[in-house]
């Protein structure tokens, strides 16, 4: 059967969100940076989302999609990459599509050997503790950065007795962006790390993966005013304090992408190139990805 569902143009789409609450059915996601549309069986063609895309990424296409081939969707799922295989695969269990979600495992593990992952990795995140989200408001409105959730954690985790406190790899003071002096001492050629304020939340291990041995600013694209004053002093780091590396570390949510944004404005506007890393933490404090940019 020949039915209308949404297509995003991944060369327009710069990963803002803004399609993500107009979808109720909930088939979208930012997914390494765009907008992806992780289920035709959730995808009602209708097009709620497509007048909200400032950058005009959406459109409504016609194709083969009913009946619903769970192989077919999953073999186009994995030309993706494994996060958004995972996300596809969490719709079909947050949905109760449990034999959709049999048959797409199974083909995973039947093809294994031609994947770029591993089949158990998949399997471990779509079952791993889920984070509930609690609607305070109207269902799908608002920012998906903001809605408030509680993390369900083994309570073996909380429980474990700690015999000694972790250290703090902090080796400086200020650390928010708008208060820290581009020329102090600890920056010069210093590898720096640019984080998002909730990242270190996040991440139990943020001190001594990410900060250990670095320098460091934090900063909230969405809620912090005056972004020209940090790309201002990014530029100043780079080209005066002279560091080595920058490494921004951002949360899964659309508004955390604009830290990265910054980041990449400076190194353009600077003089001299340094080499720039880009981490995605989802929320439950997992790297999702890192990787040179």
Excluded at 51 to 65: G, L, S, V
Aim: hydrophobic share 40%; charged share 25%; with cysteine.
């Amino acid at each position: 059967m020949i039915r209308e569902v949404v297509k995003i143009d991944e060369e327009k789409c710069n990963g803002c969100g803004v399609c993500i609450p107009e979808c109720h059915e909930g088939a979208l996601q930012i997914i390494d940076g765009k907008a992806r549309l992780v289920s035709d069986l959730m995808c009602d063609g209708l097009g709620a989302c497509l007048n909200h895309c400032p950058q005009d990424a959406m459109t409504i296409e016609k194709r083969e999609a009913e009946p619903y081939d769970e192989i077919k969707v999953i073999e186009i799922m994995v030309e993706k990459g494994i996060n958004t295989v995972v996300a596809h695969l969490k719709h079909l269990k947050d949905h109760n599509e449990t034999v959709f979600l049999k048959q797409a495992v199974g083909w995973l593990r039947e093809n294994e050997d031609k994947l770029d992952f591993k089949v158990e990795d998949v399997t471990r995140q779509v079952h791993k503790p889920k984070i509930s989200v609690m609607h305070t408001g109207h269902v799908g409105g608002g920012c998906p950065g903001s809605q408030a959730r509680s993390i369900e954690r083994p309570s073996a985790i909380t429980s474990q007795p700690t015999n000694t406190d972790a250290p703090s790899e902090l080796r400086q003071w200020p650390v928010q962006m708008h208060l820290i002096n581009p020329m102090a001492n600890y920056f010069i050629e210093s590898d720096m790390v640019l984080a998002a304020d909730c990242v270190a939340f996040a991440m139990g291990n943020f001190h001594s993966k990410y900060l250990k041995g670095r320098s460091v600013g934090i900063a909230c694209p969405k809620l912090d005013d005056g972004h020209s004053v940090y790309i201002d002093k990014l530029v100043k780091l780079i080209d005066d304090a002279k560091i080595n590396t920058l490494t921004v570390t951002i949360m899964q949510v659309p508004c955390c992408g604009g830290l990265l944004q910054m980041a990449k404005q400076a190194v353009d506007l600077a003089s001299r190139k340094i080499p720039l890393k880009k981490v995605v933490v989802s929320i439950e404090g997992e790297i999702l990805s890192e990787e040179w940019v």
